[in-house]
């Protein structure tokens, strides 16, 4: 036989091996030239920072809690708020309204949270006074919230700072109109203690007139009026003149200041705010039966809604739609008001719905009268070009018409709370520091970037480019709540501050509220989605199919591999909190 | 906490590359990433025709940074044992054989072949990702189509007219030691039964719903939460059958609305889109009845 077949011929080399193996990965393909959209990283604004009046970065310290660095959150909180432990307390926190969570299992208590802060920095050691850098002189006129954090801001900026208060001690309304059992004393002194220290002089019983001025205004570079508002309004009805018919604010500057004024056992407070809410919840601590009477119903109070439930918790008696037309008196001494029945017609210009007369008339017996239908401002110390209409005029950043003079809080038309005194004393200071800088010929940074989404306040860190958060790719645009992704949060309702019950035999005095305790608190931060700003969850790295996605070597957090990404968009769907955008640009 | 962080149970390693061919969004290709970073490096890929024969990459390219063995539509399980064999005689029992096949794979074409497998109980991992259709060759429809659905051989005129194949029930009658179901919406509890898996012997088998943007027609971005409302309507509900019998039924993360969920899963779907009220309502009390079996299986194993 001849040879074998085959084993004459030249082996052959196949063109494929009998099994193709694999010489490359999928790498060579550039997949990423499918897409016509992209990810990209942006950190945007939660929508609780927008809603503070005060412009305080309540994501950003909730953020720094749910890493257990509690300290590192109370200076973020520090660094834009001088009074956190007063409005932990006392604030209608505007942020909470706003709040992603509320959306899905009811708003973060942001404002129990602030005020485990707040008072974590008054156990603290007091801060290190900063050291003055600046040689303009600042007087600051009202030592109410507006005129604090001004100061405080101007002097963590290097200004010195003189606040000039014409009471006896500092504090402003939080001293004199706020009661002791929503805002004990200790924490209020404890609190001003802190803004002493940390480089602001307060001069009381200074008060400033028409006649000091001049003299004020040649010591200073630059004034800031933020005297408030302290004269009760009047009705205009018969009998207002009679004893036994007083101002609200006026009865609970008495009782502040520790004296407790006879009321008589029936006392009828006129109005719905927070100047009610105190007078009637004040007169039932000395002993009185209070019966609100308002014009409109429950709803339309503006009263903060905790001081309505608490006053109504306590045994505050309510008389809604009832307009006062005139005080009576009987055998020489007031015995009640006599009221128009009302009913709610269509909203009025203000939005809220008008109160109209139905015709019929009551009456509610009182042996005292408490009037607490608004406070204006008094404008007697003012330079004529500032008072326009009864108000104060001032621009977004304080300044009134006189140069170099600024002005903020009660005394011009703003919303009358803490926390927009304390955003309008902080805006002052950015506006004060740019006008003097400017004076001195140094550029100033752009203001149009300093609000916490289009509508917030300002953020006095970046005024300062002195905000400790890394912000990547910042949008200054607020996510809503479509853009949280609730799947990967669970349910966790939120928690209710404890409240003690009224004790009026033993300590009427003692603080109701006790907010939510240390451990409680930071489970309530828990809750916290950290809408807007990436915490690196590596939610978008797991869920990439592309593994277009990884850990950034350059300062940032991830890099996004453009010749991988086919822009599906799963990442930034799955991202929890919104921080990532699918933008067409450069594509 | 109330975010569920879960970076630190998913493994780092990468042994998937970028650059493969799966359309932006597909389920498939997370879940073949997911399930290789459980499996680890160490590992055999049996793949039967499918979409991953194309995501993998034309030759000389591959999609995995392990062997991977492209193989005849009908045949994953048969291989699967041949190479296990192959690797046994050679020593190298500590690598591990498993098949990723599709739904047509392994409901439809690959059924014998697995079945003989698991009877004989060869030891590998058989992973099937299903799509709910024969994607690759352009959306036809597989007994693992759930019941309405359009694809191109169920057009809507006629769509869908059986009730998706009990997959898991036909596996763990074979008494196998493992079988379940995973998504890639729940990455730490696929990842979990991987390992779980991963531990014992013989065959098991890891039912994977895999959500395709295309063939089911919805938005890209979408995928994961398709996989999501999938388990949280009941519709693909998480389960283990350990040796056959003993039903767990995982546990919902969070309380959620199956019927809510439900509407949402169908609404998202382009091949759903022409359901009526009433079909839909079928659909809701077919899952209502599959879940109260599962249920009393469950409990049956308490
Ligand atoms: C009874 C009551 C309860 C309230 N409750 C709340 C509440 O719960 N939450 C909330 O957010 N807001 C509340 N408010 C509103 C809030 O207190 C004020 O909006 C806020 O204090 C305004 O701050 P301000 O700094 O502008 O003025 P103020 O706090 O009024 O401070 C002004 C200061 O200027 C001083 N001053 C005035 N004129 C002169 C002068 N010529 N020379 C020197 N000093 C002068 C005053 O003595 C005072 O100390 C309440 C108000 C009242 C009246
Ligand atoms: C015997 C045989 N018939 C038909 C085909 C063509 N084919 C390749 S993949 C495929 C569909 C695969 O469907 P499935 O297993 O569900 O995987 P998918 O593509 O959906 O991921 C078909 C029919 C084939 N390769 N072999
Ligand atoms: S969830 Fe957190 S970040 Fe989002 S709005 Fe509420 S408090 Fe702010
Ligand atoms: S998930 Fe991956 S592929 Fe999809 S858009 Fe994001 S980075 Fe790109
Ligand atoms: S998914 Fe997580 S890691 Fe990724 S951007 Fe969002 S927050 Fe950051
Ligand atoms: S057709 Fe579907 S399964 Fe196939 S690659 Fe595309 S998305 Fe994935
Ligand atoms: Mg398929």
């Not at chain 1, 507006?146 to 001690?169: I, N, Q, T």
């Not at chain 1, 927070?274 to 039966?289: F, K, P, Q, V």
């Not at chain 2, 007994?143 to 869908?160: I, M, R």
């Not at chain 2, 730490?188 to 013989?202: H, N, P, S, W």
Request: net charge negative; aromatic share 6%; proline share 7%.
């Amino acid at each position: 036989m001849s040879e074998p077949i085959g084993t004459s011929v030249p082996p052959r080399r196949p063109a494929t091996p009998p099994i193709a193996v694999s010489a490359t990965t999928t790498e060579v393909n550039k997949t990423g030239a499918w897409k016509y959209i992209r990810p990209v990283y942006h950190d945007r604004v939660a929508p609780c920072n927008q809603g503070c009046p005060a412009g305080v970065d309540v994501e950003g310290y909730m953020a720094l809690l749910r890493e257990g660095k509690i300290d590192e959150a109370a200076e973020l909180l520090a660094l834009e708020h001088p009074m956190p432990a007063v409005t932990g307390r006392v604030c209608n926190h505007p942020c909470e309204s706003g709040c992603n969570r509320g959306h899905f299992d009811g708003a973060v208590a942001i404002h129990a949270v602030e005020r485990m802060l707040g008072d974590r920095l008054l156990a603290a050691a007091p801060p290190a006074p900063a050291a003055p850098t600046r040689t303009e002189r600042v007087a600051v006129v009202g030592s109410g919230p507006a005129g604090l954090a001004c100061a405080y801001h101007l002097a963590a900026m290097g200004y010195p700072v003189d606040v000039l208060e014409r009471e006896d001690r500092a504090g402003g309304m939080l001293r004199q109109g706020i009661p002791e059992y929503r805002l004990p004393r200790d924490v209020l002194d404890a609190q001003i203690r802190r803004i002493e220290a940390s480089g602001v002089t307060i001069h009381t019983g200074v008060q400033v007139t028409e006649a000091t001025l001049p003299e004020i205004r040649s010591r200073y570079s630059v004034i800031f009026f933020a005297t408030g508002a302290y004269l009760g309004r009047l009705l205009g009805v018969e009998g207002e003149e009679l004893p036994g018919v007083w101002q609200g604010l006026d009865f609970l500057r008495r009782v502040n200041a520790g004296l407790r004024p006879p009321l008589g056992e029936r006392v009828a407070v006129i109005g719905g705010g927070n100047t009610a809410m105190d007078c009637a919840r004040t007169a039932l601590r000395l002993g009185a039966r209070p019966i609100v009477v308002y014009r409109r119903t429950r709803d339309e109070m503006p009263a903060i809604a905790e001081e309505i439930e608490d006053a109504w918790r306590e045994g505050v008696e309510f008389v809604f739609l009832a307009a006062p037309t005139a005080f009576r008196t009987a055998d020489g001494l007031l015995s009640g008001v006599a009221c128009a029945r009302m009913k709610l017609a269509d909203a009025g210009p203000d939005g809220r719905r008008r109160p109209v007369a139905t015709g019929e008339s009551l009456f509610v017996q009182a042996d005292t009268v408490l009037l607490a239908t608004g406070e204006d401002p008094e404008l007697e110390p003012w330079p004529e070009e500032v008072v326009r209409g009864g108000a104060v005029a001032i621009d977004e950043w304080g300044e009134t018409a006189s140069p170099l003079v600024f002005a903020g809080g009660d005394v011009s038309g703003d919303e009358r709370t803490v926390a927009r005194a304390l955003g309008a004393g902080k805006r002052a200071a950015i506006g004060i520091d740019r006008a003097l800088r400017r004076r001195a010929g140094v550029a100033t940074p752009d203001t149009s970037a300093l609000r916490w989404g289009p509508t917030g306040a300002p953020s006095v860190a970046r005024w300062r480019d002195a905000d400790p958060v890394l912000r990547v790719a910042p949008l200054n645009e607020v996510v809503p709540f479509e853009d949280v992704n609730t799947a990967h949060f669970q349910l966790r309702p939120r928690n209710a501050d404890r409240h003690a019950a009224l004790d009026a035999a033993g300590a009427p005095f003692a603080e109701v509220n006790g907010g939510l305790g240390d451990d409680v608190a930071l489970v309530e931060a828990g809750r916290c989605f950290n809408c807007g700003v990436c915490n690196e969850c590596e939610l978008c790295l797991i869920f990439c199919g592309d593994v277009a996605i990884s850990h950034s070597h350059d300062g940032g957090r991830f890099d996004i591999d453009m010749n991988f990404c086919k822009g599906c968009g799963v990442c930034a769907a799955e991202c929890p909190r919104g921080a990532i955008s699918m933008t067409r640009e450069g594509l | 906490m109330s975010q569920i962080v879960i970076k630190d149970r998913i493994p780092e390693r990468e042994l998937m590359t970028s650059g493969h061919l799966a359309c932006p969004g597909c389920g498939g290709a997370l879940a073949m990433r997911l399930v290789l970073k459980a499996m680890g490096p160490q590992t055999v890929v049996v793949l039967p025709a499918c979409c991953w024969s194309i995501i993998a990459g034309p030759f000389p390219q591959s999609s995995l940074r392990v062997p991977l063995y492209h193989t005849a539509f009908e045949t994953g399980a048969a291989v699967a044992s041949g190479v296990r064999a192959a690797l046994d005689m050679r020593g190298e029992t500590e690598t591990k054989v498993m098949v990723w096949a599709g739904d047509g794979g392994t409901f439809d074409i690959g059924l014998q072949a697995l079945s003989g497998a698991a009877e004989r109980g060869e030891d590998f991992l058989y992973f099937c990702y299903d799509n709910e259709a024969y994607m690759n060759t352009g959306v036809q429809r597989s007994s693992a189509t759930p019941w309405g659905a359009w694809t191109t051989t169920t057009p809507v005129e006629q769509p869908q007219s059986t009730a998706k194949k009990d997959m898991l029930a036909i596996m763990a009658a074979h008494r196998i030691a493992y079988a379940a179901t995973a998504s890639v919406g729940y990455p730490v509890d696929l990842i979990e039964k991987v390992q779980k898996a991963m531990a014992m012997r013989g065959t098991r088998f890891i039912h994977i719903l895999a959500p395709c943007p295309p063939g089911w027609k919805f938005a890209d971005e979408q995928s994961i939460e398709l996989a999501r409302l999938a388990v949280e309507s009941r519709v693909f509900p998480l389960v283990e059958v350990e040796d056959g019998d003993r039903w767990t039924l995982t546990p919902a993360e969070a309380a959620t609305d199956a019927d809510a969920a439900l509407a949402k899963y169908i609404g998202a779907q382009g091949r759903f889109r022409h359901l009526k009220p009433e079909q839909v309502e079928q659909i809701r009390r077919n899952v209502d009845e599959r879940w109260q079996r599962m249920e009393k299986q469950a409990s049956l194993s308490d």
